[in-house]
């Protein structure tokens, strides 16, 4: 689960000359008893703030300027970076927290983390502070309220009054289909934004003289024709948020592949806002289904370090005696 806690003003504001624009009596008892034993995600203005990692919780900062050190305490460089590495079950483990999956992490400010984590948060724990700010310099990024479920818990505070809100998301209606012809344009952007993304996490740059989009629109234009190439789609409205690939081949028979055909897997992106919530897992199913039908003895995949976790869990195995020679 991923939440994010914040408190506002009635105008919005959540910050002035950087600090809390105001000091209420157990406004912060929820957000204390939330993350102990979980999961903090902050921003370095608000670790600086505070100046050093809250006890009892894994404390994540996203900076890209300025590391820090501390107990319990590790950086990353985005939001989707930080619920990674809280992702990981070595991780948790090392911090003795549940299982990736079952530990809870909440992004806890300010206005860049929360902009980058509401397209995907679960929940959001909003205290309405019945207050207006003047000369507020941070608000709350705008939201959908038709998104999510509003839940009004309890009121506190004495001259200043205070409620607490759980906004929890509802539940987005992804289709799965076919990609078809028509799709390729959205398709094509999405696998040279996912093979940009590969670089960029090792650290490398693409190559900038490379036209992957005319290379890639003959590619899929004429297996998709003739059937050697089949995809599936996770679509949001109109939005496709999930791809998928699958190529045929063959070559010799052999006796684990008597039929000789292979299905090459590729393709595998879940559109960040919408990771972690199974999308990948129901597309990887799909396809390989899609090469059981095509006769193929079994699927290749050269995985990612992203993509590792999910194949191992689908059941896909090492092969020691993979070589490759590059010309």
Known sequence: MVGLIVARSKNNVIGKNGQIPWRIKGEQKQFKELRTGNIVVMGRKSYEEIGHPLPNRLNIVVSRTKQFSGDNLLMATSVHEAIGLAQNDDICHQFGLPAAGCAKIYIAGGYGLYKE????VDKMYITEVDLVVEDGDVFFPEFDPDDFDLEIGETGGDEVKFTRTVYTRRKREII??????????AFIDMRITHLTEEYLTAGKRPPEDVDLKGALLDYYGRHLADGTFVSWLAVDGK????????????????????????GLLSSMFTDPD????GIATELLGRVVEEARAYGCGAVWITASDMGVKLYAAYGFEHNGNFMQYKL
Do not use: H
């Open 274 to 277: 919408y990771r972690r919530s």
């Open 117 to 120: 984590a509401l397209p995907f």
């Open 239 to 262: 939005k496709i948020v999930g791809t998928s690939g699958m190529s045929f081949v063959e070559k010799p028979p052999y006796f684990t592949c008597p039929t000789g055909r292979l």
């Open 176 to 185: 799965y289909r076919r990609l078809t012809k028509a799709d390729l344009d």
